[in-house]
């Protein structure tokens, strides 16, 4: 597996929990910089990623409410396969966004 993936092959997709039921949508994703590269740090999961994409002053205006959304680990999200994320924890791991 390539340690390399392209954002645009991942966000928006749909993950899928280790029982095969839908999550919600990897909307956004949090990095860090080390040396010359950016490492993925987490995974905002829901309707909150988009929301955080956006910005914060939409969300304040709207009145938005996260709902189950989620922010998971770099290491809770399989992306062996790209195209179908998956969870390697359980949902109770994760934490609320």
Do not use: H, Y
């Not at 949508?25 to 988009?50: H, N, P």
């Not at 959304?69 to 994320?85: E, H, I, K």
């Amino acid at each position: 597996m390539s340690d390399t993936i392209r954002l645009d092959r991942v966000i928006g997709r749909t993950i899928r929990t280790a029982n095969n039921r839908k999550l919600g949508r990897l909307e956004e994703c949090r990095a860090e910089r080390r040396g010359d590269s950016w490492v993925i740090t987490e995974w905002v999961i829901g309707a909150a990623g988009l929301f955080e994409r956006l910005g914060v002053g939409v969300r304040m205006i709207l009145g938005f409410d996260a709902g189950s959304s989620f922010v998971a680990r770099w290491d809770q999200v399989d992306l062996r396969n790209p195209d179908r994320p998956r969870l390697v924890c359980s949902v109770e791991e994760l934490k609320r966004a």
